[in-house]
């Protein structure tokens, strides 16, 4: 054989390693998929067109389960921080003082400025948790350095969050289980604040 036909052999069979389509740097990524189990078509199956690869329901499973036990990891570890239980001691000091600033506010909007009622909440909620967000930023995460503004609003989406969920158990307490309001109302805050605080302390202030 000619020096150029073993050149011309040797070029046809490289496609034929690594795969078509394929270059040889993506070679070791094929072998690692296939040792953890079925190689890059068991991760990804065809669309209808048969034309874009896209995750199957088990993968979408497998990570939001392998998330969830990432988070509840991360928090069992943080309870053992006593850091953490002194910074969720400022946090709840912080939701008083935020409760007392909304009665408060309600209380001049409703009743001495001859508010509309439904206003005054509204306002009374944005001022409680404009107070909440300095303080918690400024003295409980102490996360100043921090861009104000991404803080804020992750801030709120938190506060309506645990908002949402404090509702949900008060209404589900009062409703189904029959219990009275104040109670009630207590259950529901000491099961949402912690909620709260896991979300600004992970998210909102990380």
Not at 94 to 119: I, P, Q, R
Not at 151 to 163: D, H, T
Request: hydrophobic share 50%; charged share 15%.
């Amino acid at each position: 054989m000619r020096p150029s036909d073993t050149g011309r052999a040797a070029t046809s069979t490289a496609p034929e390693e690594t795969g078509i389509g394929e270059s040889r740097a993506d070679s070791p990524d094929r072998a690692l998929d296939a040792a953890r189990g079925g190689g890059a078509e068991s991760a990804a199956e065809p669309d209808a067109g048969g034309m874009a690869p896209r995750r199957t329901a088990r993968d979408r499973g497998a990570q939001a389960a392998e998330w969830t036990w990432g988070l509840t990891r991360r928090i069992g570890l943080g309870t053992r921080k006593p850091a953490n239980w002194i910074q969720l001691f400022k946090f709840g000091a912080v939701g008083v003082s935020g409760y007392f600033v909304n009665l408060t506010t309600f209380t001049l909007l409703s009743e001495l400025a001859d508010v509309f009622y439904l206003v005054a909440a509204i306002a009374a909620f944005c001022v409680a948790v404009s107070s909440n967000f300095i303080w918690n930023r400024l003295w409980t995460f102490r996360a100043s350095e921090g861009n104000a503004g991404f803080q804020a609003a992750r801030f709120l989406i938190v506060s309506v969050a645990a908002l949402g969920i404090n509702l949900a158990i008060l209404a589900l307490l009062v409703g189904a289980a029959d219990l009275q309001a104040l109670p009630s109302q207590a259950i529901a805050v000491a099961i949402a604040m912690p909620c709260n605080f896991i979300g600004n302390k992970l998210w909102t202030f990380a």
